[in-house]
């Protein structure tokens, strides 16, 4: 699920231990994929029951608006773990934030384009579900999240070493 974001490495900051800062990101990180994708099983499961476009539109809204809220939280986490201390630590605890910030965005966008869905043509319906979900994949991929991608060494050993990130 956590795909690309390339970081620069740069200038320093006073902040958070290298292992400290990734420890923090991976227990934000971490728990959100896992609830996506529960989620995303969940509403797989939900849509084989579905019979008509009134209840996939509440079936899909309410799946959105998870994964939106699941964001906020693992983007509060990602927030409260502060700055690591690491060369422009500030300019990649930022490219974090903005990458969960963007998935949120990703969630709200296709939610908002379904809830605007009429149901009373299924085909017309389940069209622009398609389109929401394809214009939400891109948005999302476009600003996806690979913690291995990190340009910072301390960092990246952090990463790599940490129990949480394994």
């Not at 699920?1 to 990734?22: E, F, I, N, Q, R």
């Not at 502060?82 to 630590?89: A, M, N, S």
């Not at 913690?147 to 070493?161: G, H, I, N, W």
Request: net charge neutral; aromatic share 4%; proline share 4%.
């Amino acid at each position: 699920m956590l795909a690309a974001l390339v970081l620069l490495a740069g200038c320093g900051s006073d902040g958070v231990p290298a292992k400290t800062w990734a420890t923090h990101v991976c227990q934000a990180l971490k728990p959100w994929t896992s609830t996506v994708s529960k989620l995303t099983r969940q509403t797989q499961r939900e849509m084989q029951q579905v019979t008509t476009p009134d209840a996939a539109k509440v079936t899909l809204l309410n799946l959105l608006d998870s994964e939106a809220k699941a964001t906020d939280k693992a983007r509060d986490r990602l927030l409260a773990a502060g700055v690591p201390d690491v060369d422009d630590g500030k300019k990649i605890a930022d490219e974090f934030t903005a990458a969960l910030t963007s998935a949120r965005d990703s969630y709200r966008t296709a939610r908002d384009a379904i809830r605007k869905l009429p149901t009373t043509n299924a085909k017309s319906f389940y069209d622009g579900v398609s389109s929401a979900i394809d214009k939400l994949n891109s948005q999302y991929d476009a600003g996806a999240l690979d913690t291995s991608k990190v340009r910072s060494e301390p960092l990246q050993q952090a990463f790599d070493e940490v129990p949480e990130c394994q």
